[in-house]
Structure formats: C-alpha cells, structure tokens
Nanobody, 129 residues
C-alpha cells in the first residue's frame, strides 16, 4: 500500500517561493507516474506537474511552466515541487499522487491519474497579493 505525505505548504506573498515535498512509503521507486495537483476553493482538481519515475520525463500545466519544477529523490522516496514567482491565483490545496504504470511505459504521465490512484492528504498553499 503506497502512502503519500505532503509537506511544505504555507502562506507567502506574491512573487515568493515555496518547495513542497511528498514522502512516499510502500513504494517501488521505478515505474510510477508521480504528480502534483491542486484544487482551489470551489474549483476542480487541476493537474499541475507530473514525472515518470522510470525515466524522469516531466509535464507541466501551461499556467505554471517556467515557474514550477517537479523533481524526485529516489534514494529518499520523495517527490518535490519547487514553486517560484507565486501568484495569488495559485492559492489552493496541493496534493501529491502516484499511479503505477510500469517501468516500460511510453509517453507522458499527463492524464494517467484517477480517483483510484494513490493520493496524499494535501498541503495548503496561500499566496497573498
């Protein structure tokens, strides 16, 4: 059973930075799609960034390209999201997710997640103007 625990959220002013972490346990490091999602109050879940653990290829939503960086530390079984130049519209609960796709999957991890994927409890990010 994969367990995901996010940390690193908080309150920051516009233009600031935060680094989110997602510690994974019960996790085979290679062959997973890992992703960061967010849900703003009253909004839908949005796929922010993904990474395929077997090859490291990434995907970013257009709204965060050039501002966010997703990365992984396989030795620590930890996923990160470095968020720079934050905007108030980025205020949301941020969730980490994992979906097993195997070590030989092709293509992007974009859209590979569902309600049946593994999800963390979330960490709140609040950006003030």
């Amino acid at each position: 059973q994969v367990q995901l625990v996010e940390s690193g959220g908080g309150s920051v002013q516009a233009g600031g930075s935060l680094k989110l972490s997602c510690a994974a346990s019960g996790y085979r490091s290679s062959g997973y799609c890992m992703g960061w999602f967010r849900r703003a109050p009253g909004g839908e879940r949005e796929e922010v960034a993904t990474i395929y653990t077997a090859r490291g290829n990434t995907y970013y939503a257009d709204s965060v390209k050039g501002r966010f960086t997703i990365s992984q530390d396989n030795a620590k079984n930890t996923l990160y999201l470095q968020m720079n130049s934050l905007k108030p519209e980025y205020t949301a609960m941020y969730y980490c997710a994992a979906q097993w796709v195997g070590p030989y999957s092709s293509g992007s991890c974009r859209g590979r997640f569902s309600d049946h994927s593994y999800w963390g409890q979330g960490t709140q990010v609040t950006v003030s103007s």
